[in-house]
């Protein structure tokens, strides 16, 4: 499954998403993540699922924007930490 | 009291064809949305009953509430029930819920039972928010969306419009038709923007029709470019309030060049009924093991 989290309002999309089949769960980007945006647990979305997957957390799920900007710089930007620290390549960001 | 033209009808139904009382599993979902609340009863899997009303300010309540109307002259009654799933925005307030599960999961499951195994895209355009869902044959969701940061292409965009023009909500999508040339969108579907857009056109002399056609058509654009990013497959299904609203329908299916299934029940159920579909499953699962 690709779960999107995120939003789109009038200034833009933002929305990471995160491919369930093949994320295991590992918590490397939970760990890798500065702001705590992530976490891994039950898949709310496929309740016959028994492997816990990583998902945004509640409380950042509308603003990810911000969340996400000391990561993203104007310029000079380096690769995601989630991203990198994410064996599968299951995480990726829409802006 | 002036006419308050937001207010959708709310409705009720049982099935003419099934008896409870030869049920061997009976299972039922509730939804508490942030508009409005539906309860679907199941009996073995088959469609039972089903009620939807508005969401008042309690969750707890409005879940009681539309289940006793689900039951209503059905002499059913709550502890017949095997298993309830509580989904929606206030799914954590459904007080004789067994469990929760989110409303993508039931959105799916309940669109694949509504609308056939052939659906592969929903687009659930709810009171405050908007779900844009993939799913497989036995409506499993593949990929999913949710916009429920902000409420522009919402059903309660649609309540606020219905006001402002002192027009009945069902006659909305009707009159938006009623115009010789489509007109531009308005710039905005921020439902606050929107609406002072909206006022600003009507006070030029703009026709109420002609500025529902603007709004619609914003509102259509909007969605389509949600679905965009989980891209569209058929078959396609729109669900959720917005479903009734041919104005916005017609216009999302022009947007897409794709049709929209035609609904056969309440297109605001698909949520509820998802989750009376998996507290079956569970129970099924549940006996399975015994």
Partial sequence: MLAHYGYKDGSGEYFIVIDTDKCDGCEECV?????????????????????????VTEEHRKKVKYSCGPCKPASGRIPLPCMEACGPGAISHSW | MEKEYWRWPESR???PDVDWKDGDIISAGVDVGSVSSQAVVLVDGNLYAYSNFRTGSGSPESAQKVMDKALEETGLTLNKIDYIVGTGYGRVNVPFAQRTITEIACHARGANFMYGPTVRTILDMGGQD????????EGKVTNFLMNDKCAAGTGRGMEVFADLLSVPIEDLGRLSFEVDKEPEPVSSTCVIFAKSEAVGLLRKGWPKEKVLAAYSSAMAHRVAKLLERIKVEKDFAITGGIAKNEGVVKRIEAELKIKALEPKHDTQIAGALGGALFANALVEKEKGRR
């Fill in chain 2, 130 to 137: 908007c779900k844009a869902i993939r799913c497989d044959a």
């Fill in chain 2, 13 to 15: 139904w049982t099935s």
């Fill in chain 1, 31 to 55: 760990a890798a993540c500065p702001c705590g945006v992530l976490e891994v647990g039950e898949d709310e979305n496929d309740p016959f699922r028994e492997e816990p997957v990583a998902r």
